[in-house]
């Protein structure tokens, strides 16, 4: 899967989303949830606002630095045995994966869930190459036997799925007898792939944070098939967006820490894996061979961009559990790997606004996802900065610029907007009866789809004001009446 | 006291008497309200869709308007008092405007957050009898920080029950021009918010920003639902 | 393949960055900015060892779905069997009769091998020398799977192990349950401790183990329908045995 995941318009995946009654339902259950389990597990850290601040911090003094961090980083990895390549395209990252993978002549590989690798549309050349890719991870799992569905969240890729539809699924692609129960399900997966990690040649994981210092690859995982892909198979890629990484062991601890507790409200998850290089010659299970491919894929242009903040990002989701847009139209509807605040933010910058040009205006601006980023990005200022870039170079629609053009000019002329304003109050309350327009009025018409109009008050209040006379309080209070909608 | 009176384009056109109240409430408060006739609108429709360049004239003129006395600017509407803090902002290239932005930015307040942090009120004398859910606007608490002024002042309503409801702090839906560019979306955010309020069954709708209350009363309207919409300056301006 | 070799396409990569950040390459270390706060240390600061340790008893029970036994090093041969024991008992998953334990000198000076392996329990001690296949076909088919934690982390609930010869990867990841065994001394506040002693280490121009894993509880996920299914691909079970005069 690459980054963009549909050929169907916004309009009409939202259209599709929104029908998906139990999507729909289930996003809205998770979000509470995951919204709740944030908020109590920031509350029982304590001193949360101090945290973000630090892992903004943290990850702003990376990215500065970013060419100094990533050396330092390929240097250790080497010195500890570990091979570097550094992909300036998402080609170049999986044209170096299939040399391996030839070279080794691998018939299997098992895949921990990673983002990047989506992005840069791994699993189609493993699989070109005639080799078995096996996505472990449940979620992912669910999604790669279900034909390779695309995912809804980038924590929690088959949200949008229920049981019973996994169970469908299952039942249909690998022959699985069982009930509709999660653990059932959890388990008869367990068994069914167990066989595929001490089988498989390679083991392919993303990368949480690398560690500069010591030229370490951290993974933060739950289900254990992270674990069992960098210790079973002979060789370990692990692939990593070129600012995934922190200066030392002493970062890693507050941006995992604040990964952990965004992510899925706890302390820790059930596994947070630091892997150095290969494995050490005295040792007899962990790969023999470690690779890191370190891929730009863009990444570059956005951090010499307005945009640079995004990269910031530690990919907890917390932005996606809290917006009230993708509680809506769910993860599909974004047409990318990457969904809600981050993925509207992330995938114009990533994969273009010709085919992402839709999700920066598919948000309200409430700015609830500023509030919850664990790295403080300001996603809903980078949001209009995309509206910016797009209004100025031309991408918004023609009718729209005109109609930007002729408020800003009145807007500008105060003696014009005022006649304006005195005339549109009347224009207004003669136009509008009970909620409606007595005539077409072109955009309106997706307000008025679902709700009503309000009534206008008939006369400006700059008329109103200008020809007052000084009255008391009172009287203003009986004048200006109690009617409401 | 002497303020400025920033009306916003909403209040002028179509809801002039919140406005009035607005005024009448401030005038209670002591303040000879003045209103600078060369204001227009602080431009979030233009800039929030992305037209920011061709929005600088009217900020500019904006500021200008706001330039003729050094009194305090109150305005009814937490999202247009947020815009026009964040002018600064959008004319840091041209610093001599900045900086004449800043002092305009620093001088305007939103009325709850004049009301309770500058005059250092909340006891208004307003009588109310009744329940009401209170819609905190997204850009009250999340961009202007005011969270507690609104809640103090209605507090002291008597006879006024606040009900909290489910999501409470959730966007309504509105957004400025997302509630027409993105109407189906906006449409179930706002369909959600009348859900959870239906299930307290209010009497009253009460908020601080116009345009908040005309889109969750729209579809209050459209729903045949009997919940009275009052902006803030409404309420504590009732007796 | 020399340093060199193994290291690809890294110039002109780097070269880009220090372009797009409009600057020249930075090759000095940068001044690392000191923390602006210390709330990471604040956490638990200044609890004794019983504090700790039954914060972290309680944690492990109550959020992780895992057991915990505080007991002596004298006591230990003996609930260890017990535990042991009661998993093989459990018949409702697969797994045969066999606990690997690891070699690990901090761990077989305490157990008596003979009183593990009684009422059909039946024990091998990891060994490295033994190569892959051998280790990973007992450890793959193993109950349970014993081994010593380097630290605990009471906030979280966390057994921190550092892979070495004498304790494999897969002996807490292949058996159906874990044991971790850790000394009350090796307790601390939280994660910041921990990584602040392979900070330490690297500091010291140490290398890191190459697996260094910090362990909360069984493997689990939430991944339908977000309900929370304890066992996965990693242990469905775990149990710490926490040793209360060490």
Redesign the interface.
């Known amino acids: 899967m690459s980054m963009k995941t549909s050929h169907a318009t916004f309009k009409e995946r939202?259209?599709i989303q929104?029908q998906d009654g139990y999507m729909r339902q289930s996003v809205a259950n998770a979000q509470?949830r995951m919204f709740s389990n944030r908020a109590k597990a920031a509350d029982a850290l304590g001193n949360w606002e101090q945290w973000r601040e630090m892992g903004k911090e943290i990850r702003q003094h990376v990215l500065e630095n970013l060419d100094y961090y990533l050396e330092q980083l390929s240097d250790k990895v080497v010195e500890n045995g570990g091979h570097v390549f550094f992909a300036r395209t998402a080609e170049e990252a999986a044209g170096y994966i299939e040399g391996i993978i030839k070279e080794k002549k691998a018939k299997k590989i098992v895949k921990s869930k990673s983002m990047v690798t989506e992005e840069i549309d791994l699993n189609k050349a493993i699989i070109a190459l005639g080799c078995e890719v096996i996505e472990t991870d449940l979620g992912e799992y669910i999604l790669q036997v279900d034909d390779c569905d695309p995912p809804s969240h980038i924590v929690v890729p088959a949200l949008h799925k229920n049981r019973t539809q996994i169970r469908d699924i299952f039942k249909e692609k690998v022959d699985y007898q069982g009930t509709n129960d999660p653990e059932e399900m959890t388990r008869f997966v367990r068994q069914h792939i167990r066989h595929d990690f001490l089988e498989a040649d390679i083991g392919i994981t993303g990368c949480n944070f690398a560690v500069a210092e010591t030229g370490t690859v951290s993974l933060v995982t739950n289900e254990g098939n992270a674990r069992l892909a960098t210790s079973l198979p002979k060789t370990h890629i692990a692939v990593m967006g070129m600012e995934r990484l922190v200066p030392t062991f002493e970062e890693l601890d507050i941006v995992v820490s604040l990964l952990c507790r965004s992510a899925v409200g706890l302390p820790l998850t059930g596994y947070v894996t630091a892997l150095t290089g290969p494995r050490e010659g005295d040792q007899c299970d962990g790969p023999e061979e470690f690779h890191l491919v370190i891929v730009d894929n863009g990444r570059s242009t956005i951090l010499g961009s307005e945009f640079k903040d995004i990269l910031r990002c530690i990919r907890c989701a917390a932005c996606v559990n809290t917006c009230?847009?993708y509680?809506?139209?769910g993860g599909q509807s974004y047409g990318s790997i990457y969904s809600g605040p981050v993925g509207a933010v992330l995938s114009p910058l990533l994969g273009g606004y010709e085919d992402f040009k839709e999700l920066p205006?598919?948000?309200?601006?409430?700015?609830?996802c500023?509030?919850v980023c664990p790295v403080k990005i300001p996603l809903s200022d980078l949001l209009?900065k995309?509206?910016?870039?797009?209004?100025?170079s031309k991408l918004?629609p023609l009718g729209?610029?005109a109609a930007?053009?002729a408020?800003?000019y009145v807007?500008?002329?105060?003696a014009l907007?005022?006649k304006t304003?005195k005339v549109?109050?009347k224009v207004?309350n003669a136009a509008i009866k009970d909620?409606k327009m007595l005539f077409n009025a072109g955009?309106?018409?997706?307000?008025t789809?679902?709700?009503?109009?309000?009534q206008?008050?008939?006369?400006?209040?700059?008329s109103?004001?200008?020809n007052r006379k000084q009255t008391t309080?009172e009287q203003?209070?009986n004048?200006?009446?109690?009617?409401?909608? | 006291m002497k303020v400025n009176f920033f009306?916003t384009?909403l209040?002028?056109?179509?809801?002039?008497?919140v406005?009035?109240?607005t005024?009448?409430l401030l005038?209670?408060l002591g303040c000879d309200v003045m209103?600078p006739?060369?204001?227009?609108?602080c431009?979030q429709?233009?800039?929030?869709?992305?037209?920011?360049?061709?929005?600088k004239?009217?900020m500019?003129?904006f500021i200008r308007?706001f330039e003729c006395n050094d009194y305090p600017i109150v305005t009814p509407a937490g999202s247009c008092a947020a815009m026009v803090k964040a002018y600064p902002e959008y004319l840091k290239n041209e610093p001599e405007w900045a900086k004449r932005a800043q002092a305009v930015a620093d001088r305007l307040f939103e009325l709850t957050q004049f009301v309770v942090r500058e005059l250092g009120v909340v006891q208004l004398g307003a009588k109310l009898v009744g329940t009401a859910v209170y819609h905190p606007s997204?850009s009250l608490i999340?961009?202007l920080g005011v969270r507690d002024e609104p809640l103090s002042l209605l507090a002291e309503v008597e006879g006024l029950t606040l009900l909290p409801i489910e999501?409470q702090?959730?966007?309504c839906?509105?957004?400025?021009t997302?509630?027409?560019?993105?109407?189906?979306?906006?449409?179930?955010?706002?369909?959600?918010k009348v859900r959870h309020m239906s299930e307290v069954t209010p009497d009253y709708l009460i908020g601080a920003d116009i345009s908040c209350?005309?889109?969750i009363?729209?579809?209050?309207?459209?729903e045949g639902k009997v919940i009275?919409?009052?902006h803030i300056a409404?309420v504590l301006?009732?007796? | 393949m020399t340093n060199q070799e193994r290291l690809q396409h890294r110039t002109a990569f780097l070269d880009n960055i220090a372009k797009v950040l409009d600057r020249p390459r930075r090759t000095q270390a940068p001044v690392r900015p000191a923390f602006k706060y210390r709330c990471h240390q604040e956490v638990m600061a200044g609890w004794s060892p019983d504090q700790l340790r039954d914060h972290l008893v309680d944690y492990t029970k109550n959020a992780l779905g895992a057991e915990a036994i505080v007991t002596t090093k004298a006591k230990l041969s003996q609930v260890l069997f017990e535990v042991c024991h009661a998993y093989q008992q459990n018949k409702s998953f697969n797994g045969g009769n066999d606990v690997v334990l690891s070699a690990d000198v901090r761990l077989l000076a305490d157990v008596d091998i003979n009183q593990l392996t009684q009422a059909g329990l039946s024990s091998y001690v990891w060994d490295s020398s033994l190569g892959y296949d051998a280790n990973i076909r007992v450890c793959e088919r193993a109950k349970v799977g014993v081994v010593f934690a380097e630290q605990a982390l009471a906030e979280s609930g966390t057994m921190v192990l550092y892979s070495q010869a004498v304790q494999g990867r897969a002996i807490s990841l292949l058996p159906e349950a874990s044991v971790f065994v850790v000394p009350k001394s090796a307790i601390m506040p939280r994660l910041t401790q921990a990584t602040a002693l392979l900070s330490e280490k690297a500091k010291a121009g140490e290398r890191m183990p190459s697996c260094i894993n910090f362990i909360s509880g069984p493997s689990s996920t939430a991944d339908i329908e977000l309900i929370k299914v304890v066992g996965v691909h990693g242990p469905i079970f775990a149990t710490y045995i926490i040793l209360d005069d060490q």
């Not at chain 1, 995309?386 to 100025?392: D, G, I, N, P």
């Not at chain 1, 004048?479 to 909608?485: K, L, Y």
């Not at chain 2, 209040?11 to 002039?16: E, G, I, P, R």
Request: net charge neutral.
């Open positions: 939202i259209d929104m509470e009230p847009a509680r809506h139209i205006y598919a948000c309200s601006l409430c700015q609830s500023n509030d209009l995309h509206r910016k870039v797009m209004a100025e918004t729209e610029r930007a053009r408020f800003n807007n500008a002329r105060p907007w005022s304003v549109g109050a207004a909620g955009p309106l018409k997706d307000w789809d679902s709700r009503d109009l309000p206008p008050d008939g006369e400006s209040f700059r109103w004001f200008k309080v203003q209070k004048e200006a009446g109690d009617r409401h909608d | 009306v384009c209040c002028d056109t179509v809801k002039a008497n406005a009035k109240r005024v009448a005038e209670q209103f006739e060369a204001q227009s609108c431009g429709p233009s800039v929030n869709s992305g037209y920011v360049e061709s929005s004239p009217a500019k003129s308007a997204c999340r961009k999501n702090e959730t966007c839906g509105f957004g400025g997302f509630s027409v560019k993105m109407g189906e979306i906006s449409g179930e955010m706002v369909k959600e209350l005309m889109n009363g729209g579809r209050l309207h459209r009275k919409v009052m409404e301006t009732s007796c």
